[in-house]
């Protein structure tokens, strides 16, 4: 997720402690989750009224469910695995009271306005690849959603929201509002990057901002979003990273990297997120730009920002 900057600083004084280690499952697991959680967006996520389960959603797209239902939502998903019984965040994500996750989700909608000004002329760049060419978007770690008044104005297209935190729902939907989408344009689903809960070659593009420092497992994360992605589908980012090895700040971010995981929801201050995705395979390649953000607290400063093609 996004970084908590300023409360990790009202806390350096304090005794840090680490995070849980989580444990990966298999990937047969792994699909089972994916399972799980298409069962859960089953019952939260519904057609616009009148629709069916064979009908065509906002976007234009037809999406053929394997159970009929005039309830099915118009997610390109799967039927589920009804024998799994574990919410599949709480594999990958580290679990936490309601009462931080809403502060978290509070913090975000009201203390990162100085960073999304900094940001928004990358974030401008980046989404004008999306203009013309992509109608069904996947968002993962969609957060409160202040990407969301950078996608192109189509109004045929759909915007998946995904994010662990379910406190992040209202505020996601509002950002969608206030961003001129239509309801039916916009569905928040619970879910991790880990596990997309969307099927094979389901999406033209996947939008991570702020995101891959706090996933489990980047490189499952990154072959999840190639496999959900269309051939041709376009992966567009932005990411705080490392500071360089052997620099004063690498080795202050070393020292803090406990605390930040804890205040800021399993964020990471010393991932090389940049190499992942060079990593990736990505079939059409990746352009990966570096930046300096200022707004951010000097120890998670530098960001890389670019695009990946299937």
């Given at each position: ?25 298999p990937?047969r697991?792994i ?5 799980h ?6 019952k939260?996520?519904?057609l ?6 064979t009908s065509?959603?906002s976007?234009g797209?037809?999406?053929f469910l394997?159970?009929?239902?005039p ?6 998903i ?8 574990k ?9 936490r ?6 502060l978290?989700?509070?913090?975000l ?6 960073y999304?000004a ?24 969609v957060?409160?959603?202040?990407n969301?008044?950078?996608y ?6 759909c915007?998946?929201?995904?994010d ?18 239509k309801?039916?344009n ?34 499952q ?9 269309r051939?041709g ?16 700040f ?14 800021a ?7 090389k997120?940049?190499?992942?995705i ?20 000097w ?6 920002y670019?695009?990946?093609?299937k």
């Open positions: 997720m996004n970084i908590v900057a300023i409360v990790m600083n009202q806390v350096l004084s304090s005794p840090s402690s680490h995070v849980s280690s989580l444990t990966y499952s990937r697991t699909r089972a989750s994916r399972d959680l298409r069962a859960e967006s089953l939260s996520h519904h616009p009224s009148g629709s069916n389960s065509l959603c976007c797209r037809k999406h394997e159970a009929a239902s309830t099915m939502p118009f997610l390109p799967s039927s589920p695995n009804a024998s799994r019984s919410d599949v965040t709480e594999t990958f994500h580290p679990q009271p309601d009462w931080y996750k809403e978290f989700a509070w913090f909608s009201t203390g990162m306005r100085s999304e900094e940001i928004a002329g990358y974030k401008k760049k980046l989404f004008n690849h999306l203009a013309g060419k992509a109608e069904t978007v996947l968002e993962i770690g957060g409160t959603g202040p969301l008044k950078y192109p104005g189509n109004e045929n297209i915007v998946f929201g995904m662990p935190n379910h406190k992040m729902e209202k505020y996601a939907c509002e950002s969608a509002k206030e961003a001129g989408m309801p039916e916009f569905r928040f689903m619970k879910g991790v990057g880990e596990a997309i809960p969307l099927d094979d070659d389901s999406v033209d593009a996947v939008v991570a901002t702020l995101v891959l420092c706090s996933v489990s497992d980047v490189t994360t990154l072959n999840e979003i190639k496999r959900v992605l051939p589908g376009t992966f567009l980012f932005i990411e705080h990273v490392a500071a360089e090895d052997g620099s004063f690498r080795h202050v971010q070393n020292v803090l990297d406990p605390i930040q995981q804890v205040v929801d399993g964020c990471h201050l010393t991932r997120t940049d190499l992942h060079s990593a990736a395979g990505f079939g059409g390649g990746a352009e990966i730009n570096n930046a300096a953000i200022y707004s951010f607290p120890i998670i400063r530098p960001h890389v670019g695009v990946a093609y």
